[in-house]
């Protein structure tokens, strides 16, 4: 059974940077592609916003527009972990932020394997 296992998140003042982790369990095959999402504050589950999104050989990538250019997600198939860098952090990102195994890069189709979320906050 997939699971995955978020960490990296904390408080961080507006233009500054955090690096979150996503290692899978053992025993999840490393041929999945890999997502990011994150839940704003008193949003259901089930408006995760998804921003970033990296196929299994990490030569393609997708990014939401709210994050474009200053979000990176990389990935170590050798430590079938998963990486969100992000820069120029902004008040809006405020969020919990989860990792997913997805069907497909760009995030079509379904997501699996949640883990417990990170949480990030940006102070102004």
């Known amino acids: 059974q997939v699971q995955l296992a978020e960490s990296g998140g904390g408080l961080v003042q507006a233009g500054g940077s955090l690096r979150l982790s996503c290692v899978a369990s053992?025993?999840?095959?490393?041929?999945?592609?890999r997502g990011w999402f994150r839940q704003f504050p008193g949003q259901e589950e089930k408006a995760r916003e998804f921003?970033?999104?990296?196929?299994?050989?990490?030569?393609?990538?997708y990014y939401a527009d709210s994050v474009k250019g200053r979000f990176t997600i990389t990935r170590d198939n050798a430590k079938n972990t998963a990486y969100l860098e992000m820069n120029k952090l902004k008040p809006e990102d405020t969020a919990r932020y989860y990792c997913?195994?997805?069907?497909?890069?760009?995030?079509?189709?379904?997501?699996?394997?949640w883990g417990q979320g990170t949480q990030v906050t940006v102070s102004s």
């Open positions: 053992e025993g999840t095959p490393s041929t999945y592609a």
């Open positions: 997913a195994v997805i069907d497909y890069y760009d995030g079509n189709g379904s997501a699996r394997g």
């Open positions: 921003i970033a999104g990296i196929s299994w050989r990490g030569g393609t990538t």
